[in-house]
């Protein structure tokens, strides 16, 4: 599947001419149409087939102010081990039996937090002192911009924002293809609900989500939920719709019931009111969230994987064969 996406155009390595960049993919001439086909049909059912449901698009560089009290800077770190005898480096919640899956070492060192967003100056001097961060998801803007939203379209929840676009997270390894990659793009929706309603909005969505996966044609029976048992500090429930690719059943889309750790963060330390006055009970509160949130370049492999098949035309001759559902082909 490798190899077709490189020889057909869909995907090639980043920089490939210079060695390339591990965990960097381009999308080439069909890949970046299919990429776009995706994009449509998740923005269509999302926003353009629902009446309470708006659009964003915000920058990609994030005031740290903003991952500060959404919590990233103190949580938003993976535990890195390296290897003494092979030098290679990895994440500690992967390794198993306390082994290196390179040389099968035990010798390994004391697991260490390792941040995982990037950094970058803002400005004609990089003395440290004005930065940014590449943002580690496209979430963030969202609640920032939720005032401004419910301000131009007077919207009442329950409402939800999406947006589609870029994210960046310095993994350790990168790896499995486009599975797992340091920059990646996210199609994610937050709704916005009255507290007391969440835990029926997140049942709603979790059906929707599903069912949506399941109209596309790739094979019901390669999807399953996981519900969470360890939960994020700002959730009450959460669960991954998984997807059987290549190398087993992995996480395709989030649905997490947010609470209203967000809001209420960004409310506290920025000052501003973000909640909504219901004039039915004539109280104001911070919303509820529920999130669905995909990952475009996992969707991408799980459309490619499983529309490649493999055809014996004789006994000594096999062709292969792209069998993508047609609203997504190039």
């Keep these: 599947l490798v190899s077709l996406c490189k020889r057909r155009g869909f995907?090639?390595?980043?920089?490939?001419?210079?060695?390339?960049?591990?965990?960097?993919?381009?999308?080439?001439?069909?890949?970046?149409?299919?990429?776009?086909?995706?994009?449509?049909?998740?923005?269509?059912?999302?926003?353009?087939?629902?009446?309470?449901?708006?659009?964003?698009?915000?920058?990609?560089?994030?005031?740290?102010?903003?991952?500060?009290?959404?919590?990233?800077?103190?949580?938003?770190?993976?535990?890195?081990?390296?290897?003494?005898?092979?030098?290679?480096?990895?994440?500690?919640?992967?390794?198993?039996?306390?082994?290196?899956?390179?040389?099968?070492?035990?010798?390994?060192?004391?697991?260490?937090?390792?941040?995982?967003?990037?950094?970058?100056a803002i400005g004609p001097v990089d003395d440290g002192s004005s930065f940014a961060y590449l943002r580690p998801e496209t979430a963030q803007q969202i609640f920032v911009n939720f005032k401004n939203v419910v301000d131009s379209t007077s919207r009442v929840p329950p409402f939800g924002i999406a947006q589609i676009g870029k994210a960046f997270r310095n993994e350790i390894i990168a790896r499995q293809f486009i599975f797992r990659m340091r920059e990646f793009e996210q199609m994610e929706m937050q709704f916005f609900v009255k507290p007391g309603t969440q835990s029926d909005w997140y049942k709603i969505w979790k059906e929707k989500r599903l069912k949506w996966h399941k109209a596309l044609g790739l094979g019901e029976d390669n999807y399953r939920f996981h519900d969470h048992d360890k939960l994020a500090h700002y959730a009450d429930a959460a669960c991954d719709i998984e997807f059987n690719f290549p190398f087993g059943f992995k996480e395709l889309e989030g649905i997490h019931s947010r609470t209203d750790f967000d809001l209420t963060q960004h409310e506290e330390h920025s000052g501003k009111k973000l909640r909504y006055f219901d004039p039915e009970i004539n109280e104001s509160y911070v919303p509820y969230v529920v999130e669905t949130s995909i990952g475009l370049d996992r969707m991408f492999l799980a459309v490619l994987a499983a529309s490649y098949h493999e055809e014996e035309l004789d006994e000594k001759n096999t062709r292969i064969v792209l069998k993508l559902p047609d609203f997504l082909a190039p």
Aim: charged content about 30%.
């Design 11 to 120: 995907i090639f390595q980043s920089n490939d001419i210079y060695g390339g960049m591990k965990g960097l993919y381009d999308f080439g001439p069909m890949g970046v149409e299919l990429k776009l086909n995706l994009k449509s049909a998740w923005w269509k059912s999302i926003v353009y087939e629902r009446d309470d449901v708006e659009g964003l698009d915000s920058t990609i560089l994030t005031s740290p102010t903003v991952l500060k009290y959404s919590g990233h800077e103190d949580t938003f770190s993976d535990p890195l081990v390296d290897c003494k005898k092979c030098k290679s480096r990895w994440r500690a919640d992967q390794l198993e039996d306390g082994k290196c899956p390179n040389c099968k070492s035990t010798d390994l060192t004391d697991p260490r937090p390792f941040n995982l967003m990037f950094k970058t």
